[in-house]
Every structure is written in C-alpha cells, then in structure tokens.
C-alpha cells in the first residue's frame, strides 16, 4: 500500500512505539489521526498529526465518544493499535482487577473502537483498507508469572484471526505484529508485579519501522522472528 495522502487513525499516538509509527506514516505522506489517553501525554504527539483525540482504551465511554468523533469525520484507510499495558505475577497472584484492566486494555477495548470504526474503512472501494494491531511475542509463546497479560494479548490474537476472515472479502488486511522485548520503558510501568531480569531488547526505530513496512507491503502476520 502507497500511505501517501492515506487517513489512518494511531491509537496510543504518544507512546514510544506509537509516537515513532505516527513520525514514519507522516513521513510517507499519510494523514494521521492520533489518539493518547489524557491531556498530558496528547502533548507529545507529533504537532502535525491531523487531529489529536482523547481514548481511555480502559473506559468504555471514552471508547464509545472516540468511536463516535471518528465515525462523524468521514472514512479512514487504516487503523493503527499501538496503546497497552504490562503486568507481572503469577494466576494465584493476580488480582482479578488487574486481570479486568489488562483485558479492557489489550483487548476488549482495541477490538471494541476497531469493531465501531469498520464500516468507515474505505477498503476494497480504494484498493485496500488495513487494520494493524502490536500484541507482541507473548501472543504466540507463554512464559511464566505473565498470566493476565498473557491471556489479553492471546484473546487479542485470536480476534484478529476472525476479524481477518469476517472481514477479507471488503478489502481489509488486518496485520498481527509480535514483535519481542522492546526496550519502550513499557515494563518499567507495569501494572502489577516487577518485571523479571530480561536482556537488552530491540530498538522502538527498528519495531516502528518493520511494523510499516508491514502495513506498505500488506503482510498479515509478523512474527518475533521476523523482527
């Protein structure tokens, strides 16, 4: 896909990875639409996105007037997922609160505004629309005392994969990114429990960058691997 003069919406626009993706699209040409969790981190995204707009992905009323702002602006080309939260501890441990707001985040909340937003994708009718969410490598392996998080992520993925089917005869390719430890400072604002010892992750640049590229040459599926 050509980003030149395409509408996409970035979710968790202020973000390490967010922030880097809408810098990439913008300098492709593309029109961004970004959207950060409150006012204060709104200040950080890129001044020449197109609109900055307020989602608690936490929230569902905050999902339900962000979907509604962006229905009543017209059709978009693609929707970018970059906003999430971590948290550490094993089944026993985790609170069920924490278990609930990890779930909301990474995944009720992304795939409810996707869900609100999918009859404004231009698709097939422009060549193609996409949808491109960041679950990561814990949405394909498991690893120990990352129970909740994990479990957001796998739920995340596995509607990806319907989604993908539902919605592949409008023209809409929807890309999984798992990209591995990345060093966004993510881990370091857990939600619950402290991150174990891990080595040195990716740069944000070379994550953004492949994520991209992955949108531009339509891929579906981008494993750890791939990275």
């Given at each position: 896909?050509?980003?030149?003069?395409?509408?996409?919406?970035?979710?968790?626009?202020?973000?390490?990875?967010?922030?880097?993706?809408?810098?990439?699209?913008?300098?492709?040409?593309?029109?961004?639409?970004?959207?950060?969790?409150?006012?204060?981190?709104?200040?950080?995204?890129?001044?020449?996105?197109?609109?900055?707009?307020?989602?608690?992905?936490?929230?569902?009323?905050?999902?339900?007037?962000?979907?509604?702002?962006?229905?009543?602006?017209?059709?978009?080309?693609?929707?970018v997922i970059a906003a999430g939260l971590v948290g550490f501890?094993?089944?026993?441990?985790?609170?069920?609160?924490?278990?609930?707001?990890l779930a909301r985040v990474n995944y009720l909340g992304p795939?409810?505004?996707?869900?609100?937003?999918?009859?404004?994708?231009?698709?097939?009718?422009?060549?193609?629309?996409?949808?491109?969410?960041?679950?990561?490598?814990?949405?394909?392996?498991?690893?120990?005392?990352?129970?909740?998080?994990?479990?957001?992520?796998?739920?995340?993925?596995?509607?990806?994969?319907?989604?993908?089917?539902?919605?592949?005869?409008?023209?809409?390719?929807?890309?999984?990114?798992?990209?591995?430890?990345?060093?966004?400072?993510l881990a370091g604002r857990a939600i619950l429990g402290t991150?174990?010892?891990?080595?040195?992750?990716?740069?944000?640049?070379?994550?953004?960058?492949?994520?991209?590229?992955?949108?531009?040459?339509?891929?579906?599926?981008?494993?750890?691997?791939?990275?």
């Open positions: 896909m050509d980003l030149n003069a395409k509408r996409i919406i970035v979710v968790g626009a202020s973000g390490a990875l967010g922030g880097l993706i809408v810098d990439a699209l913008l300098e492709r040409g593309a029109e961004v639409w970004a959207t950060a969790s409150s006012m204060a981190s709104a200040e950080r995204i890129n001044p020449r996105v197109k609109q900055r707009v307020l989602l608690d992905l936490a929230n569902q009323t905050s999902v339900d007037a962000a979907g509604a702002y962006f229905k009543q602006n017209g059709e978009y080309d693609g929707i501890g094993t089944a026993a441990e985790t609170p069920i609160e924490a278990a609930e707001r795939a409810n505004f996707i869900s609100q937003l999918t009859g404004n994708l231009r698709g097939a009718a422009v060549g193609g629309s996409f949808v491109a969410v960041i679950t990561g490598v814990v949405a394909a392996k498991v690893f120990p005392g990352m129970s909740a998080y994990t479990a957001s992520k796998w739920a995340m993925r596995g509607w990806l994969e319907t989604f993908r089917l539902e919605t592949k005869s409008k023209g809409i390719t929807v890309i999984e990114a798992r990209p591995g430890h990345t060093e966004t400072g991150a174990p010892a891990m080595p040195t992750g990716m740069a944000p640049a070379h994550v953004a960058n492949r994520i991209v590229a992955a949108i531009e040459a339509g891929e579906t599926t981008v494993g750890d691997d791939q990275f």
